[in-house]
Nanobody, 128 residues
Framework: QVQLVESGGGLVQPGGSLRLSCAAS????????IGWFRQAPGKGREGVSC????????YYADSAKGRFTISRDNAKNTVYLQMNSLKPEDTAVYYC?????????????????????WGQGTQVTVSS
């Protein structure tokens, strides 16, 4: 079965950390770009970070720079998002998605419409 499965979300206090995982099954992530996106209640889906698996090129939204780190483990067919110094405004459902590799550059993750295969999402709640 071809799917992306996110995990690692949960409830954390402000200043805390979480590591999200995006595991692929039924296909290999090697030749794709992977993006992490989030959607807070009442808001649109926004890009957080992305990685081009072929060469490791990454991009971070301003909201993520200095706090989040995207990484990959090709042997495990998994992409991670390490989130540190979490803030209440990081509360959202986090999704991972795949896109053709050249969508991602060091200056942008590419348009949302370029990401055509999505996981089901994992909830992150930052609250005291």
């Amino acid at each position: 079965q071809v799917q992306l499965v996110e995990s690692g979300g949960g409830l954390v206090q402000p200043g805390g950390s979480l590591r999200l995982s995006c595991a692929a099954s039924g296909f290999t992530l090697d030749n794709y770009a992977i993006g992490w996106f989030r959607q807070a209640p009442g808001k649109g889906r926004e890009g957080v970070s992305c990685i081009r698996n072929s060469d490791g090129s990454t991009y971070y939204a301003d909201s993520a720079k200095g706090r989040f780190t995207i990484s990959r483990d090709n042997a495990k067919n998994t992409v991670y998002l390490q989130m540190n110094s979490l803030k209440p405004e990081d509360t959202a459902v986090y999704y991972c998605a795949t896109a053709p590799p050249m969508v991602v550059t060091t200056t942008q993750c590419g348009p949302l419409r370029a990401y055509d295969f999505w996981g089901q999402g994992t909830q992150v709640t930052v609250s005291s």
